[in-house]
């Protein structure tokens, strides 16, 4: 029952990212998985094919900006986001292709989010062991704020999945996961 309605819906996202803008339908992004392992990250395309060099001339012509990247490696109101693009990540329909790591194996439903290089130097002495867990599509940070929570909340919230993981607090997880995207809150 599920399958035929991801694939109608991603067949919708497809049309309206060739609409909205040039480029390719996915993105794939390197991430750090479970023991380090390098996965590529599969999202929709919620930015414009040059975002890349946007991104270098944002940091080195707005210094507010520069500072609200350094500190949580993204931006508030992105100027590189498509219109079709700011939709699915308020729905958090662009994680949706994330589905495909799942059956590969690189990721679970819930966990600590996989993360970039760079942005595993944050976790300090927690890296080893915030790594220990496959990374999930949903977990504590995500139901907990998602981009308005800080990283060092993020580390506190992965922590503590770890610590405490249970069945139960998986599925406590997954029913939040669905109020917190069905609100949009901490999406951008």
């Known amino acids: ?9 991603s067949i919708f996202i497809i049309i309206a990212i060739k609409i909205d803008s ?3 339908i996915f993105y794939g992004h390197k991430r750090v998985g479970k023991h380090h392992k390098e996965i590529k990250c599969w999202k929709f395309r919620s ?11 944002i940091l080195a012509t ?19 986001v498509t219109k079709v693009g700011k939709f699915l990540r308020k729905t958090s329909l662009d994680e949706l292709p994330q589905l495909w790591n799942i059956i590969a194996g ?17 976790y300090g002495e927690y890296e080893d062991y915030v790594l220990s867990a496959q990374p999930g599509l949903s977990g504590m940070w995500q139901i907990s704020g998602r981009s308005d929570t800080g990283y060092e909340e993020r580390i506190t919230l992965d922590t503590y999945y770890i610590q405490n993981w249970s069945i139960w607090l998986d599925l406590w997880i997954i029913i939040k996961t669905i ?7 901490g999406a951008y």
């Open 62 to 80: 707005d210094p507010v900006r520069a500072a609200e990247w350094e500190k949580d490696r993204k931006f508030t109101d992105d100027p590189r």
């Open 1 to 9: 029952m599920a399958l035929p309605i991801v694939l109608l819906v």
């Open 22 to 24: 040039p480029g390719p």
């Open 179 to 185: 109020w917190v995207v069905l609100k949009g809150k």
């Open 106 to 122: 690189d990721m679970s439903f819930v966990g600590p989010r996989p993360v970039t290089q760079p942005e595993l130097k944050k």
């Open 47 to 57: 930015m414009g094919i040059d975002s890349d060099e946007k991104l270098k001339e």
